[in-house]
């Protein structure tokens, strides 16, 4: 008997796959919450409390080890498994959840310019760690690029080989931080996008999780104005999921409900729209239909916190491809990683300028590729040498520091841009109905 763990330790989520190593096997999947998410929502929160004392840091470690520990007993109990026979673990995530795990010093990715305290792969004793496995056992974390670009990333890499292709492929893993790979096999550019949790639910008046009650489709009358949804599990909406904000925005910009801008057009004339305690807010369903004592409305604010979120991600992808001197028109194919990607409309994602047009027909949702890769480093040796060899192909980019970001980044704020030539038929679509 041997297995093994492959975990992603991301800002929100913890997901763990339990594998049989002799047989390449996952036996198992887990998925539970990152139980730092009370001391914030968003990296940062969690490496200023942690600059505040070492006991501070090593509570982080704690608490999360502790609760990655009951997971391991609770799959080892289901399965039959003696914990003992557990003898690796593969761990990858953002560069601050890796270093936090691992006991590693984060003060350094709290402040400028964000340098990670280690860049290559670490192997360390399980027992040293608190893990409960087999006490002779290892823990490997796969190499992080930089101080936002971390082994989630590395790993996204190794399950999607994009670096061992001719074709040029964009690679986005969307989170509260999206990290946006641009190359083949002759290199990889690197960024990481400041997205925020928009699209996770996070920020957003009535948002939530792509859990059961969460409207997750949305499509509105261009006359009428009423609107058509479609929720998690087809039960009683209570909230609405990130996939769900895209399509309220898109479908609101192309019925005039909002300006480019992003604006919402009172003067419209539809009794869905109006202003509670002087915001004004569009309602998507009645309280009488929905599973909450209230109305459930998407509000101004709401479409400003899309609207940073996607431009951020655009952006993101524009300098990129003006670093390798490229078009949309040259990439072959566009590839979304995360667990929020396979949500996404989209034509609706066009609609707003998450993605370029040209990519309409070439975007592919490849689901959670960070724990692939994991699992990948964890049965195969040749796996990790790869993942070594990758950051001497990666070359990081501070968006940050390009001279155009900013300009390029408020531009990117309008719906779908400000340069609507980039978006020529959603241009011709807002002409008609202006």
């Known amino acids: 008997e041997n297995y093994g763990l492959a975990i992603d330790i991301g800002t929100s989520k913890v997901v763990i796959y339990l594998v049989d190593v002799g047989e390449g096997k996952v036996l198992e999947v887990s998925s539970i919450e990152n139980p ?64 936090l795990f691992l006991g590693i010093e984060t003060r350094y990715l709290a402040i400028s310019p964000y340098v990670p305290a280690v860049r290559g792969p670490v192997e360390a004793k399980a027992k040293s760690l608190g893990l409960k496995m087999n006490e002779r056992g290892y823990v490997f974390a796969l190499p992080v690029v930089a101080g936002f670009v971390g082994a989630d990333g590395v790993a996204d890499l190794l399950a999607t080989g994009i670096h061992m292709s001719d074709e040029i492929s964009l690679l986005l893993d969307i989170g509260t931080n999206t990290e946006v790979f641009l190359g083949n096999r002759n290199g ?36 009428t104005f009423e609107v058509n949804y479609k929720t998690v599990d087809g039960g009683r909406p209570i909230g609405l999921c990130g996939s769900a904000v895209i399509d309220v925005v898109a479908e609101m910009l192309r019925c005039g409900l909002i300006d480019h801008h992003g604006r919402m057009r009172e003067e419209v004339g539809t009794h869905r729209m109006r202003r509670t305690e002087g915001e004004l807010e569009f309602v998507l369903a009645w309280r009488e239909e929905a599973g909450l004592d209230e109305d459930i409305t998407i509000t101004q604010k709401d479409v400003r916190e899309l609207q940073l979120a996607k431009a951020a991600i655009y952006t993101a992808q524009h300098i990129l491809m003006k670093r ?23 034509e609706n994602a066009v609609m707003i300028g998450l993605f370029p047009e040209e990519h309409r027909e070439k975007v592919q949702f490849v689901g959670n590729t960070a724990i692939v890769g994991a699992k990948m480093a964890l049965v195969s040796r040749k796996a990790r040498e790869e993942a070594r060899n990758l950051l001497t ?42």
């Open 36 to 99: 730092q998410l009370m001391f914030g929502e968003d990296i940062m929160s969690r490496l200023t409390f942690a600059m505040d004392s070492e006991e501070n840091r090593l509570l982080l470690q704690k608490i999360l080890v502790e609760e990655i520990n009951k997971e391991i007993e609770a799959l080892s109990n289901e399965k039959g498994i003696n914990r003992d026979r557990i003898y690796e673990v593969v761990v990858v995530g953002n560069t601050a959840m890796h270093h």
């Open 324 to 346: 390798m001197g490229i078009s949309p028109g040259d990439i072959s194919r566009v590839l979304v990683a995360g667990a929020f990607g396979s949500g996404i409309n989209v």
């Open 188 to 223: 990889i550019l690197a960024c990481s996008a400041a997205s925020g949790p928009a699209f996770e639910g996070g920020h957003i008046k009535f948002g939530m999780k792509a859990s059961s009650g969460a409207i997750e489709r949305v499509s509105i009358d261009p006359k």
């Open 393 to 434: 192909m990666i070359r990081y980019v501070e968006l940050s520091l390009d001279p155009s970001f900013e300009e390029e980044f408020i531009s990117a704020t309008e719906l779908p841009h400000r340069d609507l030539d980039r978006f020529p038929s959603v241009k011709e679509l807002l002409g008609k109905n202006s």
